[in-house]
């Protein structure tokens, strides 16, 4: 088996006791022409520009009903506090495992905050997965007493604001997917507001080195793609090309990291919300090409989701109404509906409360009228 992060580093302490943070910069760009998708850029810059919105709804139309997948530029977040983070993740991945365990993921309750661990078989191969993440929940009083790991509890006041800034792109996501909706610009913000209790976190990750061969085992298990739990993923570029997405005529084809940019997707309970109008799209991780196989995949992203008090009822769109989506029972306040964070959680405990994965071919899960296939070709 390639080892862990964990396995090759032991961790650094400063002569105050402190975790040493080592800077971590973006490895070189793969040099093999692979076949990238074609994404469409939106400038976030001109988000207050008069008529800036609009005009960004329309650019983004397309992406979240067809394609699933966009990149945003000229966030507001600086690259070098964006390079902070991943130092962070970086440091964390190379702790004793010992500490990493002190906060693990609780499955059991379909709660994702804290550490996962790389201890999955997949199937019958022999390989065990080969990811690591953290993940952080929302600076906010209701979260106040998670338990952390001194990483965290060191960092803590730039993790947090870092968190709540990355919400903001966010934020700004949905006001342009209300507008392209109808809806008053605020109502999916609203139904996703970052002072609610959600399950939203902040993520590092990695995936750790494999050989070709372990590579080989694990993707002739299952190739095939998977959609997000959640309503909107956005994650930060890193170069170690391996994410693709299955464009809307059947092609896996590869997104392609952009300098200072942040690659967004749409994600189910944003589908359930408008009646699959917004396109929740399917996506899988495969062998990074030859020159950066050796070199981990570290990631940093930010999942967004609806919370405690948000119903997933379809939206009131005018647009889904002329459209002929909404039933009357999409209309009916009384029908009874599940909460964002019950779905989210009741997912996360299907897919993760496990010591093996499954093959999930011709599979889907569904949690009280709310349907998803668990594998796509």
Not at 111 to 125: L, Q
Not at 214 to 223: F, G, L, P, T, V
Not at 253 to 266: D, F, L, M
């Amino acid at each position: 088996m390639a080892p862990s992060a964990t396995e090759r580093v032991e961790s650094q302490i400063t002569s105050s006791n402190r975790i040493l943070v080592k800077p971590w910069s973006r490895p070189k760009p793969t040099s093999e022409d692979l076949e990238w998708a074609p994404l469409v850029k939106i400038d976030l810059s001109r988000f207050d520009e008069p008529g800036g919105k609009q005009e960004l709804a329309k650019q983004l139309y397309d992406a979240v009903t067809r394609v699933g997948f966009w990149v945003v530029v000229n966030t507001g977040i600086d690259d070098a506090r964006v390079l902070r983070q991943f130092s962070i993740g970086n440091t964390f991945f190379k702790e004793p495992l010992e500490e990493k365990r002190k906060n693990p993921c609780n499955f059991a309750e379909g709660e994702y905050f804290g550490y996962r661990e790389n201890s999955r078989w997949i199937g019958d191969t022999g390989v065990k997965e080969n990811i690591e993440m953290l993940n952080i929940p929302k600076a906010i009083p209701a979260y106040e007493n998670e338990p952390k790991h001194e990483i965290m509890k060191e960092n803590w006041e730039e993790i947090a604001k870092f968190h709540r800034d990355v919400w903001e792109v966010a934020r700004k996501l949905f006001v342009l997917i209300a507008i392209i909706l109808e809806l008053p610009e605020n109502y999916l913000a609203d139904a996703h507001a970052y002072d609610d209790a959600s399950d939203d976190h902040l993520r590092y990750m990695i995936y750790n080195v494999r050989t070709q061969e372990e590579w080989d085992r694990a993707q002739a298990y299952s190739k095939g793609g998977h959609t997000d739990f959640g309503s909107l993923t956005l994650l930060f570029s890193q170069h170690v090309a391996g994410l693709q997405i299955r464009t809307p005529e059947g092609k896996w084809q590869y997104v392609k990291p952009v300098e200072g940019g942040i690659t967004c997707n749409a994600a189910d309970t944003l589908t359930f919300l408008t009646k699959g109008f917004v396109k929740s799209t399917v996506h899988r991780v495969v062998t990074p090409p030859a020159d950066q196989l050796n070199i981990p995949r570290l990631g940093l992203l930010y999942f967004s989701r609806p919370g405690d008090t948000t119903p997933m009822r379809p939206v009131p769109s005018p647009l889904l109404e002329r459209l002929g989506l909404l039933t009357g029972e999409d209309k009916d306040p009384n029908h009874p509906v599940v909460s964002g964070t019950e779905y989210v959680r009741a997912r996360v405990k299907d897919v993760h409360h496990k010591t093996v994965l499954d093959k999930r071919e011709g599979t889907s899960f569904e949690f009280k009228g709310l349907k998803v296939q668990n594998y796509y070709d």
